[in-house]
Protein backbone atom coordinates (compact mmCIF):
# COMPACT_ATOMS: atom_id res chain seq x y z
CA UNK A 1 0.00 0.00 0.00
CA UNK A 2 1.40 3.15 -0.98
CA UNK A 3 2.33 6.29 2.02
CA UNK A 4 -0.86 8.21 1.44
CA UNK A 5 -3.09 5.02 1.52
CA UNK A 6 -1.64 4.12 4.48
CA UNK A 7 -1.90 7.41 5.81
CA UNK A 8 -5.76 7.51 5.16
CA UNK A 9 -6.12 4.34 6.52
CA UNK A 10 -4.61 5.32 9.54
CA UNK A 11 -7.64 8.32 9.76
CA UNK A 12 -10.47 6.39 9.13
CA UNK A 13 -9.02 4.08 12.25
CA UNK A 14 -8.98 7.41 14.36
CA UNK A 15 -12.12 8.07 13.84
CA UNK A 16 -13.63 4.69 14.44
CA UNK A 17 -11.55 3.31 17.19
CA UNK A 18 -9.67 7.03 18.48
CA UNK A 19 -5.82 6.40 20.71
CA UNK A 20 -3.25 7.25 19.57
CA UNK A 21 -1.76 7.56 16.32
CA UNK A 22 0.75 5.27 16.71
CA UNK A 23 -1.55 2.85 18.03
CA UNK A 24 -3.85 3.08 15.29
CA UNK A 25 -0.84 2.02 12.64
CA UNK A 26 -0.25 -1.29 13.89
CA UNK A 27 -4.49 -2.16 15.15
CA UNK A 28 -5.03 -1.25 11.06
CA UNK A 29 -2.66 -3.71 10.13
CA UNK A 30 0.02 -1.94 8.53
CA UNK A 31 3.76 -2.90 8.61
CA UNK A 32 6.00 -0.51 8.22
CA UNK A 33 9.76 0.01 8.05
CA UNK A 34 10.54 2.57 10.78
CA UNK A 35 11.51 5.12 7.91
CA UNK A 36 7.56 4.87 6.93
CA UNK A 37 6.27 4.38 9.94
CA UNK A 38 7.41 8.09 10.80
CA UNK A 39 6.57 9.71 7.08
CA UNK A 40 3.69 8.16 8.01
CA UNK A 41 2.82 9.30 11.58
CA UNK A 42 3.94 12.85 10.42
CA UNK A 43 1.64 12.92 7.33
CA UNK A 44 -1.17 11.94 9.51
CA UNK A 45 -0.76 14.73 12.43
CA UNK A 46 -0.36 17.31 10.08
CA UNK A 47 -3.58 16.09 8.44
CA UNK A 48 -5.41 16.25 11.25
CA UNK A 49 -4.15 19.75 11.94
CA UNK A 50 -5.66 21.02 8.84
CA UNK A 51 -8.91 19.11 8.49
CA UNK A 52 -11.74 21.60 9.99
CA UNK A 53 -9.34 24.14 6.67
CA UNK A 54 -9.72 20.90 4.27
CA UNK A 55 -13.08 19.95 5.41
CA UNK A 56 -14.68 24.02 4.24
CA UNK A 57 -12.32 23.41 0.87
CA UNK A 58 -14.05 20.09 0.55
CA UNK A 59 -17.37 21.76 0.81
CA UNK A 60 -16.95 24.17 -1.92
CA UNK A 61 -15.07 22.24 -4.29
CA UNK A 62 -16.89 18.92 -4.06
CA UNK A 63 -14.38 16.57 -5.10
CA UNK A 64 -15.93 13.24 -3.86
CA UNK A 65 -19.12 14.28 -6.39
CA UNK A 66 -16.84 15.88 -8.86
CA UNK A 67 -14.71 13.18 -9.09
CA UNK A 68 -16.48 10.11 -8.42
CA UNK A 69 -15.33 7.65 -10.53
CA UNK A 70 -11.78 8.45 -8.91
CA UNK A 71 -12.99 8.64 -5.18
CA UNK A 72 -16.13 5.99 -4.89
CA UNK A 73 -18.60 6.44 -2.34
CA UNK A 74 -18.14 2.88 -0.95
CA UNK A 75 -14.06 1.65 -1.38
CA UNK A 76 -13.43 -1.60 -1.28
CA UNK A 77 -12.53 -3.67 2.22
CA UNK A 78 -9.05 -3.08 3.21
CA UNK A 79 -8.52 0.07 1.41
CA UNK A 80 -8.95 3.36 2.67
CA UNK A 81 -11.64 5.81 2.21
CA UNK A 82 -11.85 8.06 -0.39
CA UNK A 83 -12.55 11.03 1.98
CA UNK A 84 -9.75 10.43 3.68
CA UNK A 85 -7.27 9.84 0.99
CA UNK A 86 -8.13 13.25 0.03
CA UNK A 87 -7.69 15.15 2.91
CA UNK A 88 -4.19 13.01 2.94
CA UNK A 89 -3.41 14.49 -1.12
CA UNK A 90 -5.03 17.31 -0.60
CA UNK A 91 -2.80 18.50 2.51
CA UNK A 92 0.28 17.59 0.95
CA UNK A 93 -1.01 19.65 -2.47
CA UNK A 94 -1.45 22.75 0.06
CA UNK A 95 -0.01 22.80 3.20
CA UNK A 96 3.38 20.64 2.93
CA UNK A 97 6.93 22.49 2.87
CA UNK A 98 7.06 20.99 -0.83
CA UNK A 99 3.80 22.20 -2.19
CA UNK A 100 3.09 18.90 -4.02
CA UNK A 101 1.76 15.32 -3.71
CA UNK A 102 4.56 12.98 -3.96
CA UNK A 103 3.80 10.92 -6.44
CA UNK A 104 3.59 9.71 -10.32
CA UNK A 105 1.22 12.11 -12.24
CA UNK A 106 -0.27 9.39 -13.70
CA UNK A 107 -1.67 7.79 -10.51
CA UNK A 108 -5.76 8.34 -11.20
CA UNK A 109 -6.08 10.06 -7.34
CA UNK A 110 -2.93 12.62 -7.47
CA UNK A 111 -4.70 13.54 -11.67
CA UNK A 112 -8.06 14.10 -10.28
CA UNK A 113 -6.49 16.39 -7.75
CA UNK A 114 -4.61 18.33 -9.66
CA UNK A 115 -7.53 19.21 -11.99
CA UNK A 116 -8.77 21.45 -9.35
CA UNK A 117 -5.27 22.40 -8.00
CA UNK A 118 -6.20 26.45 -9.30
CA UNK A 119 -9.38 26.26 -7.63
CA UNK A 120 -8.28 24.92 -4.03
CA UNK A 121 -5.50 27.40 -3.96
CA UNK A 122 -7.74 30.36 -4.81
CA UNK A 123 -10.70 28.85 -2.06
CA UNK A 124 -7.95 28.50 0.15
CA UNK A 125 -6.42 32.13 0.06
CA UNK A 126 -10.04 33.79 0.21
CA UNK A 127 -10.46 31.32 3.50
CA UNK A 128 -7.00 33.45 4.68
CA UNK A 129 -8.69 36.59 3.60
CA UNK A 130 -11.98 36.11 5.75
CA UNK A 131 -10.14 34.41 8.80
CA UNK A 132 -7.49 37.18 9.00
CA UNK A 133 -4.56 34.87 8.72
CA UNK A 134 -1.63 36.25 7.22
CA UNK A 135 -0.02 32.89 6.61
CA UNK A 136 -1.75 29.65 5.32
CA UNK A 137 0.10 28.00 8.66
CA UNK A 138 -2.04 30.15 10.78
CA UNK A 139 -5.14 27.83 10.01
CA UNK A 140 -4.13 24.97 11.02
CA UNK A 141 -6.12 24.24 14.02
CA UNK A 142 -4.55 25.47 17.62
CA UNK A 143 -5.01 24.13 20.76
CA UNK A 144 -8.21 26.46 21.47
CA UNK A 145 -9.33 24.32 18.81
CA UNK A 146 -13.19 24.23 17.38
CA UNK A 147 -15.29 26.63 14.59
CA UNK A 148 -17.81 27.97 16.94
CA UNK A 149 -18.10 28.35 20.60
CA UNK A 150 -21.17 28.19 21.84
CA UNK A 151 -23.80 29.62 24.62
CA UNK A 152 -27.31 28.19 25.59
CA UNK A 153 -29.94 30.63 26.65
CA UNK A 154 -31.19 29.57 30.13
CA UNK A 155 -35.05 31.00 30.61
CA UNK A 156 -35.24 29.55 34.17
CA UNK A 157 -33.57 33.21 35.36
CA UNK A 158 -36.33 34.64 32.89
CA UNK A 159 -38.88 32.52 34.65
CA UNK A 160 -38.11 33.36 38.05
CA UNK A 161 -36.78 37.49 38.19
CA UNK A 162 -38.61 40.38 37.39
CA UNK A 163 -36.29 41.51 35.24
CA UNK A 164 -36.74 40.70 31.88
CA UNK A 165 -34.09 37.88 30.71
CA UNK A 166 -35.82 36.47 27.41
CA UNK A 167 -33.56 35.62 24.14
CA UNK A 168 -34.88 38.81 22.83
CA UNK A 169 -33.44 41.14 25.87
CA UNK A 170 -29.83 39.02 25.16
CA UNK A 171 -29.83 39.66 21.24
CA UNK A 172 -30.56 43.33 22.39
CA UNK A 173 -28.22 42.85 25.40
CA UNK A 174 -25.55 41.46 22.58
CA UNK A 175 -25.85 44.06 20.19
CA UNK A 176 -25.97 47.21 22.67
CA UNK A 177 -23.00 45.89 24.71
CA UNK A 178 -20.81 43.36 22.57
CA UNK A 179 -21.81 45.11 19.36
CA UNK A 180 -22.54 40.96 18.08
CA UNK A 181 -25.39 41.06 15.07
CA UNK A 182 -27.97 38.08 14.96
CA UNK A 183 -27.77 36.69 11.46
CA UNK A 184 -28.36 33.68 9.24
CA UNK A 185 -26.22 30.48 9.69
CA UNK A 186 -22.83 30.83 7.99
CA UNK A 187 -19.76 29.28 8.09
CA UNK A 188 -16.66 30.36 9.01
CA UNK A 189 -18.83 32.41 11.54
CA UNK A 190 -17.42 35.90 10.25
CA UNK A 191 -16.24 37.95 13.59
CA UNK A 192 -18.80 40.22 15.16
CA UNK A 193 -21.82 37.73 14.38
CA UNK A 194 -23.72 34.88 15.87
CA UNK A 195 -26.41 33.13 14.94
CA UNK A 196 -29.14 30.35 16.42
CA UNK A 197 -28.01 27.11 16.54
CA UNK A 198 -30.57 25.25 13.25
CA UNK A 199 -30.83 22.42 15.38
CA UNK A 200 -31.78 23.84 18.51
CA UNK A 201 -32.98 27.07 17.26
CA UNK A 202 -35.10 28.39 20.74
CA UNK A 203 -31.55 27.96 22.93
CA UNK A 204 -28.43 27.68 21.08
CA UNK A 205 -26.34 30.86 20.12
CA UNK A 206 -23.46 30.05 17.87
CA UNK A 207 -20.32 32.32 17.80
CA UNK A 208 -16.97 32.59 16.12
CA UNK A 209 -14.05 30.83 17.94
CA UNK A 210 -11.94 32.96 20.54
CA UNK A 211 -15.28 34.75 21.61
CA UNK A 212 -15.60 35.40 25.15
CA UNK A 213 -17.70 38.17 25.65
CA UNK A 214 -19.78 36.95 28.42
CA UNK A 215 -16.15 36.90 30.83
CA UNK A 216 -17.57 39.50 33.48
CA UNK A 217 -20.69 39.57 31.98
CA UNK A 218 -23.71 40.29 33.83
CA UNK A 219 -25.97 37.83 31.74
CA UNK A 220 -23.35 34.77 32.53
CA UNK A 221 -22.96 36.07 36.16
CA UNK A 222 -27.24 36.10 36.37
CA UNK A 223 -26.58 32.33 35.33
CA UNK A 224 -28.59 33.32 32.26
CA UNK A 225 -26.76 32.17 29.85
CA UNK A 226 -24.75 28.66 30.31
CA UNK A 227 -21.40 28.04 28.27
CA UNK A 228 -22.58 24.41 27.02
CA UNK A 229 -21.34 22.24 23.76
CA UNK A 230 -23.98 21.83 20.86
CA UNK A 231 -23.88 18.02 21.21
CA UNK A 232 -24.34 18.26 25.16
CA UNK A 233 -27.82 19.78 24.39
CA UNK A 234 -29.07 17.31 22.51
CA UNK A 235 -29.74 14.65 25.42
CA UNK A 236 -32.05 16.50 27.16
CA UNK A 237 -33.49 18.10 23.71
CA UNK A 238 -34.23 13.66 22.28
CA UNK A 239 -35.99 13.05 26.48
CA UNK A 240 -37.85 15.51 26.23
CA UNK A 241 -39.55 15.05 22.64
CA UNK A 242 -43.56 15.53 23.09
CA UNK A 243 -43.02 16.34 26.38
CA UNK A 244 -46.72 17.82 28.04
CA UNK A 245 -47.13 19.55 31.58
CA UNK A 246 -48.83 17.00 33.68
CA UNK A 247 -47.26 13.83 31.92
CA UNK A 248 -44.81 13.18 35.36
CA UNK A 249 -41.41 13.62 36.82
CA UNK A 250 -37.68 13.24 35.27
CA UNK A 251 -35.14 11.24 36.63
CA UNK A 252 -31.35 12.58 36.03
CA UNK A 253 -28.81 9.47 37.47
CA UNK A 254 -25.87 11.41 36.83
CA UNK A 255 -26.40 14.95 37.08
CA UNK A 256 -23.03 16.68 37.76
CA UNK A 257 -22.14 19.20 37.23
CA UNK A 258 -25.53 20.00 35.84
CA UNK A 259 -25.53 21.16 32.64
CA UNK A 260 -27.97 18.57 31.27
CA UNK A 261 -30.08 18.98 34.55
CA UNK A 262 -30.24 22.75 33.83
CA UNK A 263 -31.56 22.00 30.69
CA UNK A 264 -34.15 19.54 31.14
CA UNK A 265 -35.68 22.08 33.65
CA UNK A 266 -35.66 24.66 31.33
CA UNK A 267 -37.52 22.47 28.87
CA UNK A 268 -40.22 21.59 31.64
CA UNK A 269 -40.54 24.91 31.71
CA UNK A 270 -38.94 24.94 35.58
CA UNK A 271 -42.49 23.23 36.45
CA UNK A 272 -43.02 19.46 37.79
CA UNK A 273 -40.20 17.55 39.17
CA UNK A 274 -36.64 16.56 38.39
CA UNK A 275 -34.66 13.64 40.51
CA UNK A 276 -30.78 14.58 40.49
CA UNK A 277 -28.93 12.10 41.61
CA UNK A 278 -24.88 12.42 42.04
CA UNK A 279 -22.64 9.81 43.40
CA UNK A 280 -19.56 12.02 44.52
CA UNK A 281 -19.22 14.35 47.27
CA UNK A 282 -17.45 17.36 45.91
CA UNK A 283 -19.62 17.28 41.95
CA UNK A 284 -22.57 17.43 44.29
CA UNK A 285 -21.60 20.69 46.05
CA UNK A 286 -20.79 22.23 42.42
CA UNK A 287 -24.10 20.33 41.14
CA UNK A 288 -26.27 22.44 43.81
CA UNK A 289 -24.34 25.32 42.95
CA UNK A 290 -24.88 24.99 39.52
CA UNK A 291 -28.47 24.33 39.86
CA UNK A 292 -28.97 27.36 42.31
CA UNK A 293 -27.54 29.84 39.75
CA UNK A 294 -29.21 28.18 36.83
CA UNK A 295 -32.30 29.77 38.87
CA UNK A 296 -33.54 25.60 38.50
CA UNK A 297 -36.45 25.63 40.97
CA UNK A 298 -37.61 21.81 40.24
CA UNK A 299 -34.69 19.72 40.81
CA UNK A 300 -34.45 17.48 44.18
CA UNK A 301 -31.03 16.40 44.45
CA UNK A 302 -29.56 13.27 46.25
CA UNK A 303 -25.87 12.76 46.93
CA UNK A 304 -25.89 9.24 46.25
CA UNK A 305 -25.19 6.05 44.14
CA UNK A 306 -28.26 5.79 41.30
CA UNK A 307 -27.21 1.82 41.66
CA UNK A 308 -28.22 1.93 45.25
CA UNK A 309 -31.49 3.74 44.55
CA UNK A 310 -34.68 1.39 44.58
CA UNK A 311 -35.85 2.07 41.58
CA UNK A 312 -39.79 0.87 42.41
CA UNK A 313 -39.31 3.68 45.15
CA UNK A 314 -42.60 5.16 45.46
CA UNK A 315 -41.63 8.63 45.99
CA UNK A 316 -40.16 7.94 41.99
CA UNK A 317 -43.79 6.35 40.73
CA UNK A 318 -44.46 9.69 38.83
CA UNK A 319 -41.13 9.27 37.18
CA UNK A 320 -41.31 8.53 33.33
CA UNK A 321 -38.38 9.71 31.65
CA UNK A 322 -35.11 9.20 32.52
CA UNK A 323 -31.53 11.02 31.41
CA UNK A 324 -28.52 8.82 31.77
CA UNK A 325 -25.11 10.26 31.35
CA UNK A 326 -22.88 8.09 32.42
CA UNK A 327 -18.69 8.40 33.81
CA UNK A 328 -17.33 7.56 30.13
CA UNK A 329 -13.83 7.77 28.78
CA UNK A 330 -14.34 11.29 27.53
CA UNK A 331 -12.20 10.54 24.25
CA UNK A 332 -15.02 12.64 22.58
CA UNK A 333 -13.89 15.89 23.99
CA UNK A 334 -11.26 16.79 22.08
CA UNK A 335 -10.02 20.93 22.20
CA UNK A 336 -6.64 19.79 22.27
CA UNK A 337 -4.42 17.39 19.75
CA UNK A 338 -1.98 15.81 22.27
CA UNK A 339 -4.53 12.17 21.98
CA UNK A 340 -2.79 12.64 18.38
CA UNK A 341 0.80 12.30 19.83
CA UNK A 342 0.00 10.52 23.03
CA UNK A 343 2.66 8.10 24.21
CA UNK A 344 1.78 4.45 22.87
CA UNK A 345 -1.21 2.90 25.28
CA UNK A 346 -0.93 -0.52 25.31
CA UNK A 347 -3.79 -1.87 23.58
CA UNK A 348 -4.70 -4.10 26.02
CA UNK A 349 -4.76 -1.46 28.75
CA UNK A 350 -7.01 0.33 26.41
CA UNK A 351 -9.12 -2.65 26.29
CA UNK A 352 -9.79 -3.11 29.75
CA UNK A 353 -10.29 -0.01 30.62
CA UNK A 354 -13.07 0.45 27.67
CA UNK A 355 -14.22 -3.11 29.15
CA UNK A 356 -14.80 -2.19 32.58
CA UNK A 357 -16.22 1.34 31.78
CA UNK A 358 -18.97 -0.53 29.25
CA UNK A 359 -19.80 -2.78 31.88
CA UNK A 360 -20.71 -0.05 34.80
CA UNK A 361 -23.12 1.98 31.46
CA UNK A 362 -24.49 -1.03 31.15
CA UNK A 363 -25.41 -1.76 34.64
CA UNK A 364 -26.77 2.05 34.65
CA UNK A 365 -28.98 1.31 31.65
CA UNK A 366 -30.36 -2.07 33.51
CA UNK A 367 -31.21 -0.35 36.50
CA UNK A 368 -33.43 2.14 34.76
CA UNK A 369 -35.11 -0.10 32.82
CA UNK A 370 -36.08 -1.15 36.16
CA UNK A 371 -38.10 1.86 37.15
CA UNK A 372 -41.60 1.56 37.46
CA UNK A 373 -44.29 2.01 39.82
CA UNK A 374 -44.76 -0.27 42.67
CA UNK A 375 -47.97 1.45 43.63
CA UNK A 376 -50.03 0.21 40.76
CA UNK A 377 -48.11 -1.99 38.55
CA UNK A 378 -47.99 0.26 35.88
CA UNK A 379 -44.86 1.11 34.51
CA UNK A 380 -44.02 4.73 34.41
CA UNK A 381 -41.13 5.57 33.35
CA UNK A 382 -41.50 5.22 29.21
CA UNK A 383 -38.37 7.06 28.12
CA UNK A 384 -34.83 6.22 28.87
CA UNK A 385 -31.83 8.39 27.17
CA UNK A 386 -28.70 6.83 27.44
CA UNK A 387 -25.29 9.46 26.28
CA UNK A 388 -21.64 9.56 26.42
CA UNK A 389 -18.96 11.81 25.74
CA UNK A 390 -16.92 8.76 23.87
CA UNK A 391 -16.52 8.17 20.49
CA UNK A 392 -15.87 4.35 20.92
CA UNK A 393 -18.46 2.23 19.89
CA UNK A 394 -17.53 -0.14 22.79
CA UNK A 395 -19.18 2.39 25.17
CA UNK A 396 -21.68 3.23 22.64
CA UNK A 397 -23.62 1.05 19.93
CA UNK A 398 -22.20 -1.81 21.74
CA UNK A 399 -23.44 -0.91 25.08
CA UNK A 400 -26.93 0.18 23.83
CA UNK A 401 -27.02 -3.32 21.62
CA UNK A 402 -26.14 -5.13 25.00
CA UNK A 403 -28.69 -3.26 26.83
CA UNK A 404 -31.37 -4.29 23.98
CA UNK A 405 -30.44 -7.92 24.59
CA UNK A 406 -30.59 -7.78 27.97
CA UNK A 407 -33.48 -9.82 29.87
CA UNK A 408 -34.42 -6.64 31.70
CA UNK A 409 -35.27 -5.07 28.31
CA UNK A 410 -37.29 -8.00 26.73
CA UNK A 411 -39.61 -8.42 30.02
CA UNK A 412 -40.29 -4.61 29.79
CA UNK A 413 -40.30 -4.08 26.34
CA UNK A 414 -37.85 -1.52 25.80
CA UNK A 415 -36.82 -1.01 22.12
CA UNK A 416 -34.57 2.18 20.76
CA UNK A 417 -36.79 5.08 19.98
CA UNK A 418 -37.04 5.87 15.77
CA UNK A 419 -35.04 8.20 14.20
CA UNK A 420 -38.33 10.11 13.87
CA UNK A 421 -37.98 10.57 17.39
CA UNK A 422 -34.42 11.28 17.71
CA UNK A 423 -33.36 14.73 16.31
CA UNK A 424 -34.09 13.05 12.81
CA UNK A 425 -32.37 16.20 11.21
CA UNK A 426 -28.95 15.58 12.78
CA UNK A 427 -27.82 13.21 9.69
CA UNK A 428 -24.73 11.76 11.18
CA UNK A 429 -26.33 8.47 12.80
CA UNK A 430 -24.74 5.11 14.97
CA UNK A 431 -22.62 2.23 13.09
CA UNK A 432 -24.33 -0.62 12.34
CA UNK A 433 -21.93 -3.08 12.04
CA UNK A 434 -21.57 -1.86 15.70
CA UNK A 435 -25.50 -2.46 16.06
CA UNK A 436 -25.44 -6.64 14.70
CA UNK A 437 -25.66 -4.96 11.55
CA UNK A 438 -29.22 -3.66 11.62
CA UNK A 439 -29.59 -0.27 9.46
CA UNK A 440 -32.79 0.95 11.49
CA UNK A 441 -31.30 0.37 14.64
CA UNK A 442 -27.89 2.75 13.72
CA UNK A 443 -30.36 5.45 12.29
CA UNK A 444 -31.90 5.67 15.72
CA UNK A 445 -29.11 6.29 17.70
CA UNK A 446 -26.98 9.81 17.23
CA UNK A 447 -23.27 10.21 16.93
CA UNK A 448 -20.88 13.61 16.63
CA UNK A 449 -17.83 13.65 15.78
CA UNK A 450 -15.12 16.25 16.57
CA UNK A 451 -13.82 18.30 13.80
CA UNK A 452 -16.39 17.04 11.24
CA UNK A 453 -19.36 18.03 13.69
CA UNK A 454 -18.38 21.39 14.90
CA UNK A 455 -19.30 19.87 18.31
CA UNK A 456 -17.18 17.41 20.52
CA UNK A 457 -17.30 13.64 19.68
CA UNK A 458 -20.63 12.29 21.28
CA UNK A 459 -23.14 9.63 21.37
CA UNK A 460 -27.37 9.72 22.25
CA UNK A 461 -29.50 6.87 21.98
CA UNK A 462 -33.04 6.71 23.46
CA UNK A 463 -34.99 3.86 24.54
CA UNK A 464 -38.97 3.70 24.81
CA UNK A 465 -41.40 1.41 25.81
CA UNK A 466 -44.94 1.90 24.91
CA UNK A 467 -46.54 -0.01 27.75
CA UNK A 468 -47.40 3.40 29.55
CA UNK A 469 -49.92 4.78 31.06
CA UNK A 470 -49.78 8.39 29.30
CA UNK A 471 -49.40 7.05 26.05
CA UNK A 472 -52.41 5.27 25.47
CA UNK A 473 -52.54 2.92 22.47
CA UNK A 474 -54.07 4.56 19.53
CA UNK A 475 -57.26 2.73 19.97
CA UNK A 476 -58.39 4.19 23.14
CA UNK A 477 -57.31 7.46 22.50
CA UNK A 478 -59.41 10.39 20.65
CA UNK A 479 -58.87 11.73 17.79
CA UNK A 480 -58.16 15.27 19.50
CA UNK A 481 -55.42 13.84 21.88
CA UNK A 482 -54.02 12.12 18.84
CA UNK A 483 -54.42 15.48 16.27
CA UNK A 484 -52.54 17.35 19.71
CA UNK A 485 -49.40 15.09 19.56
CA UNK A 486 -49.22 14.78 15.67
CA UNK A 487 -49.48 18.70 16.31
CA UNK A 488 -46.07 18.56 18.69
CA UNK A 489 -44.49 15.96 16.50
CA UNK A 490 -44.78 17.94 13.97
CA UNK A 491 -43.64 21.23 15.48
CA UNK A 492 -40.66 19.58 16.79
CA UNK A 493 -39.99 17.94 13.50
CA UNK A 494 -40.10 21.41 11.56
CA UNK A 495 -37.91 23.00 14.52
CA UNK A 496 -35.60 20.38 13.88
CA UNK A 497 -35.83 20.71 9.82
CA UNK A 498 -34.15 23.75 10.73
CA UNK A 499 -37.66 25.44 8.97
CA UNK A 500 -37.12 27.87 12.53
CA UNK A 501 -41.07 28.70 12.62
CA UNK A 502 -41.72 31.47 14.82
CA UNK A 503 -42.57 29.55 18.05
CA UNK A 504 -43.07 31.74 21.11
CA UNK A 505 -40.30 31.20 23.74
CA UNK A 506 -41.88 29.21 26.91
CA UNK A 507 -40.67 32.16 28.60
CA UNK A 508 -42.74 34.42 26.23
CA UNK A 509 -46.00 32.19 26.93
CA UNK A 510 -44.89 32.39 30.96
CA UNK A 511 -44.65 36.26 30.59
CA UNK A 512 -47.78 36.86 28.81
CA UNK A 513 -49.46 34.87 31.42
CA UNK A 514 -48.08 36.67 34.20
CA UNK A 515 -49.12 39.63 32.79
CA UNK A 516 -53.15 38.96 31.63
CA UNK A 517 -52.65 37.91 35.62
CA UNK A 518 -51.91 40.98 37.13
CA UNK A 519 -54.63 43.31 34.68
CA UNK A 520 -57.28 40.50 36.03
CA UNK A 521 -56.01 41.43 39.64
CA UNK A 522 -56.07 45.09 38.69
CA UNK A 523 -59.06 45.33 36.84
CA UNK A 524 -60.41 43.41 39.75
CA UNK A 525 -59.01 45.92 42.04
CA UNK A 526 -60.30 48.72 40.39
CA UNK A 527 -63.98 47.44 40.29
CA UNK A 528 -64.40 46.95 44.27
CA UNK A 529 -62.02 50.36 45.01
CA UNK A 530 -64.71 51.92 42.03
C1 LIG B 1 -20.50 12.49 32.52
S1 LIG B 1 -20.75 13.09 34.09
C2 LIG B 1 -22.38 13.79 33.98
C3 LIG B 1 -22.42 15.15 33.37
C4 LIG B 1 -23.75 15.82 33.56
N1 LIG B 1 -24.83 15.01 33.01
C5 LIG B 1 -23.79 17.20 32.92
O1 LIG B 1 -24.25 17.32 31.79
O2 LIG B 1 -23.36 18.18 33.52
C6 LIG B 1 -21.08 11.66 35.03
C7 LIG B 1 -21.39 11.95 36.48
O3 LIG B 1 -22.03 10.80 37.02
C8 LIG B 1 -21.56 10.58 38.32
N2 LIG B 1 -21.81 9.15 38.60
C9 LIG B 1 -21.14 8.08 38.13
N3 LIG B 1 -21.71 6.95 38.57
C10 LIG B 1 -22.78 7.30 39.31
C11 LIG B 1 -23.76 6.56 40.01
N4 LIG B 1 -23.74 5.23 40.03
N5 LIG B 1 -24.75 7.23 40.64
C12 LIG B 1 -24.76 8.59 40.61
N6 LIG B 1 -23.83 9.33 39.98
C13 LIG B 1 -22.86 8.71 39.32
C14 LIG B 1 -20.10 10.98 38.25
O4 LIG B 1 -19.60 11.30 39.54
C15 LIG B 1 -20.17 12.19 37.33
O5 LIG B 1 -20.34 13.37 38.07
Same mark, same amino acid.
Given at each position: ????????????????????????????????? $? $?????????????????????????????????????????? $??? @?????????????????????????????????????????? +?????????????????????????????????????????????????????????????????? @?????????????????????????????????????????????????????????????????????????????????????????????????????????????????????????????????????????????????????????????????????????????????????????????????????????????????????????????????????????????????????????????????????? $????????????????? +????????????????????????????????????????????????????????????????
Amino acid at each position: MNFYKSAASVIDHLDKHQGSVKGSLVTAGLKLS $P $PETKRVLALVIETLKYRPVLIQLLDIVPLLSLERTTFPKKTP $PRT @PSSRSLILVLLHDLLFSTKSRIEASDKWPPKEAILKHKSRFH +SELVKLQIREGKQRKEDLARSSQGGEARYVRWNPNIDLSRPEDWSLDALFRHLKEKHGFEHVEETW @PIPSGKFFMDPHLPDCLLVFPPGTNWWVEDEWYAAGAVILQDKASCFPAKVLMHGWRDGEGECLDATAAPGNKTSHLAALMGNRSTIWAFERSKGRFITLEKMLAKAGCNNVKVRNSDFLESNPRDEQFAKVTRILLDPSCSGSGIVNRLDYLVEAEVDESDRAERLEKLAAFQLQMIQHAFQCKSSLNAIPAARRIVYSTCSIHAEEDEQVVRAALQSSDAQAAGWKLAPRAEVLPAWSRRGRAEDLGGDETLAESVIRCL $PDQDKTNGFFVACFVRN +SSPILKSSAKRSVEEMQEEDAAFQSDLELEEGLKAKIKTQAQQERARRKKQSQKKRRKTESTSG
